[in-house]
C-alpha cells in the first residue's frame, strides 16, 4: 500500500509565497512522476506542475515563472514553492504520485487561499 501526504497549505494574502510539501511511503520501489494538481471550488481538477525521476519538469501557463517544482528522490518528497500568489491560486491542491508497476496515488488535499 502506498500512502501521500502534503502539508503546507494555508491562508495568505495576495502576492504572498507558500510552500507546499508531498511525501510518499509504503511499498514503493521507484516513483516515476510526482506531481501537483488543484481544484477550486465548481471547477474541475488542473494540474499544476510535474517532475520526473530524473528532474524533468512542466509547469502550467497560469503557474509559470511564479510557481517552482523540486523533488527529493531520496525522500519520496516533492515540493512546491509558490511566489506572487493570486486570489486565483485559491484552491485545493493535491499531490500525485505515479509508482512503478503501480498506478497512481493521490494524497488528501491541502487548502490554499489567497485573499486580502
Known amino acids: 500500500q502506498v500512502q501521500v501526504v502534503e502539508s503546507g497549505g494555508g491562508s495568505v494574502q495576495p502576492g504572498g509565497s507558500l510552500r507546499l510539501s508531498c511525501a510518499a511511503s509504503?511499498?514503493?520501489?521507484?516513483?516515476?512522476?510526482m506531481g501537483w494538481y488543484r481544484q477550486a471550488p465548481g471547477k474541475q481538477r488542473e494540474w499544476v506542475a510535474v517532475i520526473t525521476s530524473s528532474g524533468r519538469t512542466s509547469i502550467a501557463n497560469s503557474v509559470k515563472g511564479r510557481f517552482t517544482i523540486s523533488r527529493d528522490n531520496a525522500k519520496k518528497s516533492v515540493y512546491l514553492q509558490m511566489n506572487s500568489l493570486r486570489p486565483e491560486d485559491t484552491a485545493v491542491y493535491y499531490c500525485?504520485?505515479?509508482?512503478?508497476?503501480?498506478?497512481?496515488?493521490w494524497g488528501q488535499g491541502t487548502q490554499v487561499t489567497v485573499s486580502s
Open positions: 500525485n504520485a505515479n509508482v512503478k508497476d503501480s498506478g497512481d496515488y
Open positions: 509504503g511499498s514503493i520501489f521507484s516513483i516515476l512522476v
